[in-house]
């Protein structure tokens, strides 16, 4: 009898143990074992989805992990964001967004959130904005726009998506080395209604991602990069540094984050697995094909950048704050 209730309790501890094993979460040595979900705050079929679907391509092929995107566009970035906020912070739900949703947004208005409400991941891409005229205009420099613009203050405007982005903030801070300069600007919806805006003359100078400039390579010229170096695809468009001020600098930044709290064994396997995606040659190769430009760091540099990009537009949208409440 005494071997029968030894057997029994036996296999009793085998069934919980098994039991146990079944219900455990994911260690940092299974984790993912089951879908990670992308929340978007864009809408499907710009650059950043077909970023996040190359890599989601990546991930499936390479490791068997499906990365579910969902576009949830619209608000300024905010309702996806509060979303991503409110999700189980266990690496399953996370975000491909830009520094400007993740700053700028929430200086401009309450929304719930601000950057460090997110654990950063990773830091993926860098698209350089830059200035583009058509060469009819006579627009040969930065320095001749505003040379024009001041000679003529109704005649030259900029546009760019977006109404409170940082383009638009960017912009107020160039404006201010030329007082004497009047160069308005106009928010568009989009890169594309925006170069079509450029190319039909109603507006002087359009700022986007110069990736957007490249299918009209010959009709659209460059004069100035908001990089810090110049871009590759336009070496002859001197930055805003070499022609204004150190200062002004402005990448449009995409990274990976997440809810805060995410566990670091966690953070640090998304981490391994973006860096390894972008540094693929297949993915580059991809990539170049849509002129998307990787650039990776770690969630802890990536964190940086972002405080960055707060301390940079907190003057801007200081200003423009207080000029609306002073309306």
């Not at 079944?22 to 984790?31: K, L, Q, V, Y």
């Not at 990773?122 to 001041?150: R, Y």
């Not at 109404?163 to 107020?172: I, P």
């Not at 849509?290 to 200003?319: H, T």
Request: charged share 20%.
């Amino acid at each position: 009898m005494f071997e029968t209730v030894k057997r029994r309790l036996a296999t009793a501890a085998a069934c919980l143990l098994a039991l146990c094993c079944m219900a455990a979460p994911a260690t940092a040595e299974t984790f993912p074992d089951r879908p990670i979900t992308l929340i978007m705050p864009f809408g499907a079929g710009n650059a950043p989805d077909t970023l996040a679907r190359i890599l989601g391509e990546y991930l499936q092929n390479k490791h068997g992990i499906t990365l579910l995107v969902t576009s949830k566009a619209g608000g300024s970035g905010i309702p996806a964001m509060v979303e991503l906020s409110r999700a189980r912070p266990d690496g399953y739900t996370i975000s491909l967004t830009s520094a400007n949703v993740l700053t700028v947004v929430p200086q401009v208005k309450p929304c719930g959130f601000t950057y460090e409400s997110f654990t950063p991941i990773a830091q993926i891409s860098e698209f350089t904005m830059g200035w583009g005229v058509l060469p009819a205009s006579g627009i040969a420099s930065l320095a001749d726009l505003m040379e024009k613009a001041k000679a003529a203050p109704d005649k030259y405007s900029l546009g760019s998506p977006g109404a409170l982005t940082a383009q638009r903030f960017f912009h107020m801070q160039l404006m201010k080395h030329f007082p004497d300069s009047n160069v308005p600007y106009v928010a568009y919806n989009g890169g594309g209604e925006l170069v079509t805006a450029l190319l039909g003359g109603h507006i002087s100078v359009a700022y986007t991602p110069v990736a957007n400039f490249l299918p009209h390579k010959d009709a659209i010229r460059v004069i100035a990069v908001s990089s810090a170096k110049r871009d590759a695809y336009y070496p002859d468009a001197p930055t805003f540094v070499e022609q204004v001020d150190k200062n002004l600098v402005f990448d449009s930044v995409y990274g990976i984050v997440g809810p805060r709290r995410i566990p670091a064994d966690r953070v640090e396997r998304l981490q391994e697995l973006f860096k390894e995606a972008l540094a693929d040659p297949g993915v580059q190769a991809k990539l170049q094909q849509v002129y998307i430009r990787p650039s990776y760091l770690p969630g802890a540099e990536f964190g940086k950048v972002l405080k960055q990009y707060s301390d940079f537009f907190a003057a801007p949208i200081r200003q423009y704050k207080e000029e609306k409440g002073a309306q």
